[in-house]
């Protein structure tokens, strides 16, 4: 158990004697935790627990979730409370992309959850005051080892020159507060709505990777995910078909990035089949999605031609 049944009881101020039943969601050593919890009065509640190993990771999860809930999101798992470095939030009914195909409306409410994040007047979590040329790899193609993708010299050479022109591109669009890891194992579903959760990794970032990691981890063929980017834009008073363009674009570039460190996620997730089953479905929809155009820039065009030829 992450915390114990005390300390619990404790933070959330319930009365003496209150049953706490812990459910483990994973095998991983630190997975988190369905809490049962019921009063000696016969109320109930279900609570959700979150620590992260990486102590810097889960401050800062718990940072983003107390600002979060100070400026009103809500999208999110309500914050009932902190014991150490675990959150305790409000349990959220819902599954993930990953486990079934997006219910009606739920794509939809994933896209108005992501951009009502990015609205956000805050300045929290990782990254605020980096550049952002930081924070999108592979200046002129120089930076991503495509190399440890199975990427050969002839492939990697002509697609060097439109990595650039997408980069410079993609640094054009908006960087701010974005949940940076904006997967679908990370936005539980249900019918129309949608709730993000697991803010590890949010702070300043660019916000289109966001949008490119929902759409293609969702598995989401191109014209879904068109009509999803459009309706982003829509929702921040963007240019629809530039938008469109631009996040499939970054979903080559995070596509390539994320597909660099999965293998590492791998290794750390042995011992536990079902995280590593998730890490498996999304690297297939990754490769899968970053081949199929949902937009019409002529860089992304020529990077498809160069690394997916035919």
């Known amino acids: 158990m992450l915390v114990e049944p005390a ?11 209150t049953d706490a039943r812990f459910e483990p969601l994973g095998e991983a050593p630190a997975a988190p935790e369905r809490v049962a919890l019921r009063t000696p009065d016969g109320g109930s509640n279900v609570v959700f627990l979150r620590r992260s190993l990486d102590p810097d990771a889960a401050a800062n999860h718990l940072a983003v979730m107390e600002s979060m809930s100070n400026a009103g999101f809500a999208a999110a798992p309500a914050l009932l409370g902190a014991v150490g470095d675990a959150t305790i939030e409000a349990w959220v009914d819902g599954l993930s ?9 739920a794509a939809e409410a994933a896209i108005a959850a992501l951009a ?8 929290e979590g990782l990254d605020w005051g980096a550049d952002p040329g930081d924070l999108v790899a592979g200046e002129g193609g120089q930076e991503l080892p495509l190399h440890r993708l199975g990427f050969a010299s002839d492939e990697r050479e002509p697609a060097r020159e439109p990595l650039a022109l997408a980069r410079a591109a993609l640094l054009e669009t908006p960087f701010g507060f974005a949940h940076r890891d904006a997967t679908a194992a990370h936005i539980l579903l249900a019918p129309n709505s949608a709730t993000l ?11 289109f990777f966001d949008i490119a990691a929902f759409l293609l981890t969702s598995g989401l063929e191109p014209a879904a995910r068109r009509a999803l980017a459009a309706a982003y834009a829509r929702l921040r008073s963007l240019e629809p078909l530039q938008t469109i363009d631009l996040i499939d674009v970054a979903g080559i570039f995070w596509g390539i990035s994320e597909m660099l460190v999965l293998p590492r996620r791998l290794i750390e997730a042995l011992g536990d089949d079902a995280a590593s089953e998730r890490i498996r479905i999304c690297a297939s929809r990754i490769d899968h999605g970053m081949r ?13 031609t160069a690394l997916w030829p035919g």
Do not use: T
Request: without cysteine; aromatic residues 4%.
């Open 97 to 105: 992309a990953l486990a079934v195909i997006p219910p009606p409306g």
């Open 7 to 17: 300390s619990l009881v404790a933070a959330l101020r319930l009365p003496a004697g």
């Open 292 to 304: 199929l155009s949902a937009g019409e820039h002529p860089a992304a065009a020529a990077i498809r």
């Open 116 to 123: 009502a994040l990015h609205a956000l007047p805050i300045r």
């Open 197 to 207: 959760v697991n803010f590890e990794r949010a702070g300043f970032g660019p916000q």
